[in-house]
């Protein structure tokens, strides 16, 4: 009798299976970038910020990242995007390993602050989201 139960939850389980399968985790920044900065700004991205995200991509905590050119439909949209793609939501949880790199790439946590802030004179985070692959099977 428990054999035939099991039978059919599992027939039932099998029918209700999701038709995909989660895939990477992408955070994606909505930068707008203030007058006169493009250049500076895409500067600072292909030095630090870019050796920053490779020696990440190197030590398996990301799976990409890249940089997009947006137009923006009105003075308060977004005029690039940056996404940040992690290989599943448990890589979010490495952020020392995260912080140990970054220490060793871009300096200490507080010298990391103020470029942070420095760069608040080029650029205005307008936000940002996490969003997840999903695959269809």
Same mark, same amino acid.
């Given at each position: 009798?428990?054999? &035939?139960? +099991?039978?059919?939850?599992a027939s039932v389980f099998a029918q209700e299976a999701k038709p995909y399968k989660e895939g990477g985790v992408t955070e994606v920044s909505f930068i707008k970038v203030k007058p006169g900065q493009f250049?500076?700004? &895409?500067? +600072?991205?292909?030095g630090a910020y870019k050796a920053n995200m490779e020696a990440m991509k190197k030590a398996g905590l990301i799976t990409g990242y890249a940089v997009y050119s947006s137009?923006?439909?009105?003075?308060?949209?977004?005029?690039l995007i940056l996404t940040v793609t992690y290989p599943n939501m448990a890589a979010l949880d490495r952020s020392d390993e995260a912080d140990a790199i970054s220490v060793k790439v871009l300096g200490s946590l507080d010298s990391q602050a103020k470029a942070s802030a420095d760069r608040e004179s080029m650029r205005e985070l307008l936000g940002s989201q996490l969003t997840r692959e999903l695959i269809l099977k």
């Amino acid at each position: 009798m428990s054999l &035939l139960m +099991f039978a059919v939850t599992a027939s039932v389980f099998a029918q209700e299976a999701k038709p995909y399968k989660e895939g990477g985790v992408t955070e994606v920044s909505f930068i707008k970038v203030k007058p006169g900065q493009f250049n500076n700004y &895409l500067k +600072f991205l292909d030095g630090a910020y870019k050796a920053n995200m490779e020696a990440m991509k190197k030590a398996g905590l990301i799976t990409g990242y890249a940089v997009y050119s947006s137009q923006a439909r009105s003075p308060s949209d977004a005029d690039l995007i940056l996404t940040v793609t992690y290989p599943n939501m448990a890589a979010l949880d490495r952020s020392d390993e995260a912080d140990a790199i970054s220490v060793k790439v871009l300096g200490s946590l507080d010298s990391q602050a103020k470029a942070s802030a420095d760069r608040e004179s080029m650029r205005e985070l307008l936000g940002s989201q996490l969003t997840r692959e999903l695959i269809l099977k």
